[in-house]
Structure formats: C-alpha cells, structure tokens
C-alpha cells in the first residue's frame, strides 16, 4: 500500500528520555516524524538525576533541554502539545490533539511514562524531589548514613526499609496506620535493627525543602533527614488502555522486548512499560525500540531480504556457517 505524503512515519507521544532518544535514531534514519511532547515529566520536582553516564547530577530538565536541542540538527522539533486520542484508521493511526488538529502516522511510539502518588502527609510535598524520594537506586547516595523514613505499608515497606539497609544504618519503617506485617518480617526487621511505628502519621515537619521529622498522630515524633515511600503509579496517560493494550499488576503496559504491543505498529517504552524506572534505562529503550520500527518500515517498504521471512531458520545457520558467519547463539 502507498502512504500519502500527509502520513508520518512515526508519531512518537511523550517527550522524556524514551521519547527523546527513539526521536534521535529515528531521525537519523530520515524518518518523517513528529514528537509531542506535554512538558510534564515525572520528574521535574528532582533536583538531580543520577545513574546516567555522562550526565550523573544534571537537573532533569536540563537533560530534556539538551535532547530537544540536539534534534534541532535533524530538522525535529517537538511540539508542545497534549495528545487526547489515539485511534487506529486503516492502516495507520490518527492522534488527535488537545487543540483538536489531527496527524497520521503509519507507527505510534507511547513514552508517557507513570505517574506517581506520594503520600498526602502535610508537609511531604514540600520536600519532595529534594529530601524526599521513592528511588533510592536515583537517590540513596545523597543520603547515605543519614536517618532514613520509609512511609509504607505491607511486604513493599518491609523491602523498601530492608534496601535502604545499603545506604544506612539508620531506617526506620512507618506504616502511616497500616499494622499488616507478617511476623517472619517484624523478625527480620528486628534482626536488622529497623524500627517500625505504626501510628498515623500526621505531618512531616522540615526547614524549607528538608525533612526533619515525622511527626505522629499520638503525638510523638522520629527524627529523620529523609523519606523514602512506597506507593501506586498510573500511566500518564490512558492512550495504550484505550487500544486495549493489556498491563501488569505494577500497571505497566505489558510489551514485547523491544516495546512492541499486542497492536501492529503501536509501541510502548520508558517506566510506561518496564519495572526498572531509570532514565538511562528509558533512552535504551527507545533507541531499541527505534530500530524495531525503522526495520518495521524497512520491511514495509520491500527492503529486506525476502528469504530472511520464508527460509527456515535452520537454512540461514547453514548459510552463515558456509560464509564464514558466527551462528548466533539460542
């Protein structure tokens, strides 16, 4: 089938890392694409991200910043704009946008990533991004040997406060009024010299962006110099659900490898649809993910070797064996 000058190649949703990175490999590959991005990322309350090579402590928004201007040499421009509908029309698909114009694109890439919802502890909010984290693979090392809270309940606050164990000797587990921890857990808490206060908890007391304590419905209170919690995401946005695309229990979308979903042509990357919420983890997969679909319109457009589809796998090993070409392993 020919495509109209009018469709893209690929329209990729969500300007974060994932979106960035895939709109990169994408444009390299002289696809037409077009990046819409809502400008607001998950974690734009942090002061600093961490674990990315080359780039560990940079504010979030500045390394958004510096990806939307490295597109600039390949002619892309994200657009700032929301997209309210995503829907599938033939063979392509049709976004609409929130100032209702539409686009169509032969391919969808969703890389809205999760939203999360900490605590409403008067006084969390306040803190959040810079003393208080749901991450302590992204910010443990600013508080190690510090006096660490978690705020959680059940088996994911027993491991949260365990994991902090790496970064601190001090943590103490506060289940906000929950009391559902399984006796072989208090156990090891208890090895593990981890306090747990049960009580309610009515406040956060801090000194500007800095926590200071907890403070308890009985009145009592736990110092600390920061918070850890524990607790549901959503997606950022509903377009996969509404395709239908199934989700795991963390509510995630599920997907294949390199993003793909149960739609063709619809792909899923980023913490929307994997369990290691890393931005340098979001990157690689959207590059992954751009290969898939650049091969994907390859295919489409009749430039991969027809054999490759229609001989047996066990044909091609023989070939590459012939040639002189490693076989790859299983």
Request: hydrophobic residues 40%; glycine residues 10%.
């Amino acid at each position: 089938m020919q495509f109209s000058r009018d469709v893209l190649d690929v329209i990729i949703i969500g300007g974060g890392p994932a979106g960035l990175s895939a709109a990169l490999v994408l444009a390299r590959c002289r696809r037409r694409l077009l990046i819409c991005d809502a400008r607001a990322p998950r974690n734009a309350r942090s002061a600093a991200l961490h674990g990315f090579l080359s780039r560990d402590g940079i504010p979030p928004l500045e390394l958004l910043r510096i990806g939307r201007e490295e597109l600039h040499a390949y002619g892309v421009e994200p657009r700032q704009v929301t997209v309210t509908e995503l829907t599938r029309v033939g063979d392509v698909f049709e976004a609409t946008f929130d100032d209702q114009q539409k686009v169509r694109a032969r391919i969808a890439l969703i890389a809205t990533g999760v939203r999360d919802y900490p605590p409403e502890i008067p006084g969390l909010q306040e803190c959040y991004g810079v003393t208080v984290h749901h991450c302590p693979y992204c910010d443990g090392w600013e508080h190690r040997d510090q006096t660490i809270a978690v705020i959680a309940r059940g088996s994911a606050g027993v491991g949260l406060a365990l994991s902090l164990k790496t970064w601190t000797t001090h943590v103490v587990l506060c289940t906000d009024g929950g009391r559902g921890i399984r006796p072989r857990d208090r156990q090891q808490l208890t090895r593990e010299g981890i306090e747990v206060r049960t009580r309610k908890i009515v406040r956060v007391d801090h000194d500007g962006p800095h926590v200071r304590a907890l403070v308890f419905a009985d009145g009592s209170s736990t110092p600390c110099e920061a918070i850890f919690f524990s607790a549901r995401q959503s997606q950022q946005c509903e377009l996969a659900a509404r395709l239908g695309c199934e989700m795991n229990r963390g509510g995630a979308v599920k997907t294949g490898d390199l993003g793909e979903t149960h739609l063709p042509g619809l792909y899923v990357v980023g913490d929307a649809s994997r369990d290691v919420q890393f931005a340098i983890v979001a990157a690689a997969e959207g590059a992954k993910a751009a290969v898939a679909i650049n091969k994907a319109l390859q295919a489409h457009a009749g430039l991969v070797p027809e054999s490759a589809s229609n001989e047996p796998a066990a044909h091609v090993e023989d070939e590459r064996e012939a040639e002189g070409q490693p076989t790859p392993t299983r």
